[in-house]
């Protein structure tokens, strides 16, 4: 497995990103996380709405503040995209949590988005989250793993008005200096 690491989402990686994005729309599988679709095809808006998000800058009602980060290799390949909530809501506390993530279809089962995870709970961490909420649906297994291999801890499933059940886990966050 190659070396990675979070960056925030910069111009000269948007070559990278496209790519990424290409394929994830070639797949025709749901995007996750949902920043992914933000702006795809103009960097300049995707950056700026970026940043107003994670000032907390003109969001809709009800929204809170979020970072997002691009996993990257060593060949600046965007591997993965994680979209952090500064904090929760009633809806986030049931559905989304504090960490959502994906991994580009080629890339799965690789072991990044354990990696993804993990690096996310320590930007979670500097953001002064102590207690990090990270949720999945049940039936995904592969995201239920992930979960448990960066310690979490399951707590009481969440069942949406469709039937849906939304696993959720806590995780402690990493103390920072």
């Given at each position: 497995?190659?070396k990675?690491?979070?960056v ?7 070559e990278?990103?496209?790519d990424f994005?290409?394929e ?10 949902w920043v992914?679709?933000?702006?795809p095809?103009?960097i300049?808006k995707?950056l ?8 907390g800058?003109d969001?809709?009602?009800?929204w809170?503040p979020d970072?997002t980060?691009?996993l990257i ?8 995209v994680?979209?952090i909530r500064h904090?929760?809501?009633?809806y986030?506390m ?12 080629s890339q799965?089962q690789k072991?990044?988005a ?12 500097k953001l002064?989250i102590k207690?990090?909420?990270?949720t999945?649906d049940?039936n995904?297994?592969a995201?239920w793993?992930t979960?448990?291999?960066n310690?979490?801890v399951?707590y009481?499933?969440?069942i ?8 959720r ?5 990493k103390?920072?200096?």
């Amino acid at each position: 497995m190659q070396k990675v690491k979070l960056v925030e989402p910069a111009k000269e990686l948007y070559e990278a990103y496209l790519d990424f994005y290409q394929e994830w729309i070639h797949s025709g599988e749901v995007r996750i996380p949902w920043v992914i679709d933000k702006y795809p095809y103009d960097i300049e808006k995707m950056l700026t709405f970026f940043d107003e998000h994670k000032k907390g800058i003109d969001l809709p009602e009800g929204w809170v503040p979020d970072s997002t980060y691009w996993l990257i290799n060593e060949q600046e390949q965007v591997l993965g995209v994680v979209n952090i909530r500064h904090q929760l809501t009633d809806y986030l506390m049931n559905i989304g949590g504090h960490i959502g993530y994906g991994i580009r279809p080629s890339q799965r089962q690789k072991g990044y988005a354990t990696q993804l995870l993990r690096l996310s709970i320590e930007e979670a961490s500097k953001l002064g989250i102590k207690k990090i909420l990270v949720t999945c649906d049940k039936n995904n297994i592969a995201s239920w793993k992930t979960i448990l291999k960066n310690n979490g801890v399951e707590y009481k499933d969440f069942i949406e008005e469709n039937g849906n059940v939304v696993k959720r886990f806590w995780i402690e966050g990493k103390q920072t200096l």
